[in-house]
């Protein structure tokens, strides 16, 4: 993966783009332990900025077929080494987790992965 430096606002508070790719400690779903792993940003700035934390979604390398999961159509542009999906595993935390941003979601890619994020919450 080519390292992208993170792009700082302010004194301490980093802030990334929805649909960026950043390697993150991602928790377990029962919180025991992490695995360092890419993710995507889902949070605005905006939110970010007022709750001091990002959320993300988990990106796996495991083909999976739920119908919430997406095959991400141009993971090479986004740099990543092998083709991946996104889970809509979800996680809020700390933007100093961030290890660094990987690269970003093209717009075809991002407009599929909210189609998912909102067929699994139909909030």
């Known amino acids: 993966m080519k390292k992208i430096p993170n ?10 783009e929805q649909g960026d790719i950043v390697l993150i400690p991602f928790p377990f779903t029962d919180l025991t332990s992490s695995k360092t792993r890419p993710t995507v940003v889902l949070s605005t700035k905006v939110y ?6 990002v959320i993300v979604a988990m990106i796996t390398s495991v083909p999976h077929s739920t119908i919430f999961d997406y095959e991400i159509k141009e993971w090479e542009s986004a740099n990543l080494i092998k083709s991946s ?3 809509i595993k979800i996680a809020s935390l700390s933007p100093a987790m961030v290890r660094y941003k ?4 093209s717009s075809t890619d991002c407009i599929e992965l909210q189609k998912r994020a909102k067929m699994a919450f139909d909030f």
């Open 7 to 16: 792009t700082t606002i302010g004194e301490k508070s980093t802030m990334f």
């Open 48 to 53: 970010q900025k007022i709750t001091e934390s």
């Open 85 to 87: 999906w996104v889970r």
């Open 102 to 105: 990987v690269g970003k979601l």
